[in-house]
């Protein structure tokens, strides 16, 4: 499916800062929302911060991960403009895409009731590691782009 769209007329494509920092900002956002993922999903997985409850941890970072995650999600659609006929044929795009809908399904249901909960070694284990693959997955997927 083409988009009838001339990438030229993008105001990301005609500024040489407004698509850098519109990236910069993106994965600044990233980070923040999947640093404090991360953080929880150690905290689950037992490896670090064994002195916070996971529920504890993660309503204090959950302002964090919010605040990355809307960075992200208001960031992402605007680079998308820039060029959509390019994204919407590109493998790292569309694997991206996928597994960012995955880990946020996830993240808000699964995740977030383990997490909350009062979980088993197993189950916190468990949810953390597979929140943790998700999480690569989408940064993996976002870094292709350039290279499918």
């Not at 699964?110 to 979980?119: D, L, Q, T, W, Y």
């Amino acid at each position: 499916m083409q988009i009838p769209y001339d990438p030229a007329t993008n105001p990301l494509n005609n500024n040489e800062w407004s698509f850098p920092l519109l990236e910069i900002i993106h994965i600044v956002g990233f980070a923040v929302a999947i640093g404090s993922i991360f953080v929880v999903d150690l905290r689950l997985i037992g490896i670090g911060m064994r002195r916070f409850v996971p529920a504890k941890l993660s309503k204090d970072l959950a302002p964090w991960t919010l605040g990355g995650l809307a960075a992200v999600l208001i960031s992402g659609p605007l680079i998308w403009t820039s060029d959509p006929n390019m994204y919407l044929h590109n493998g790292g795009f569309q694997f991206k895409m996928a597994a960012l809908a995955l880990a946020l399904v996830y993240q808000y249901t699964v995740h977030r009731k383990v997490a909350f909960g009062n979980p088993s070694p197993a189950a916190g284990a468990v949810t953390g590691l597979v929140s943790l693959a998700l999480w690569v997955s989408v940064i993996a997927g976002g870094i292709f782009i350039a290279f499918v």
